[in-house]
Nanobody, 123 residues
Framework: VQLQASGGGLVQPGGSLRLSCVGS????????IGWVRQAPGKEREGVSC????????WYSDSVKGRFTISRDNAKNTVYLQMNNLKPEDTGVYYC?????????????????WGQGTLVTVSS
């Protein structure tokens, strides 16, 4: 089982980035999947997640209205479109799967994790 995240980088405040995560080694379309971030010196924070068949996503209050999660099960890929980025969005972003509920998403209580991609928001 593997999750490969990409798309991080350096962006100015107010800018946008799109993260991607490709899954392999499991039936991607059978699992909820999401994103978790970890800022320097802070604990991991659940950002967003989406059920196996789509539907209404979950977002943390800190990103609601700015981030959009989506998935393409045919491509085994989940995306995180991040708009109006703020310096406090800086951190390593992980995609993760094997989660049962949106409550667990909020706790970042996933069973399988990818390797992370660094997002830096700075002028």
């Amino acid at each position: 089982v593997q999750l490969q995240a990409s798309g991080g980088g350096l962006v100015q405040p107010g800018g946008s980035l799109r993260l991607s995560c490709v899954g392999s080694g499991f039936t991607f379309g059978n699992y909820a999947i999401g994103w978790v971030r970890q800022a320097p010196g802070k604990e991991r924070e659940g950002v967003s997640c989406l059920k196996h068949d789509g539907g209404t996503p979950w977002y943390s209050d800190s990103v609601k209205g700015r981030f959009t999660i989506s998935r393409d099960n045919a491509k085994n890929t989940v995306y995180l479109q991040m708009n109006n980025l703020k310096p406090e969005d800086t951190g390593v972003y992980y995609c993760a799967t094997d989660v049962r509920t949106y409550t667990a998403c909020a706790r970042a209580d996933y069973g399988v994790w990818g390797q992370g991609t660094l997002v830096t928001v700075s002028s």
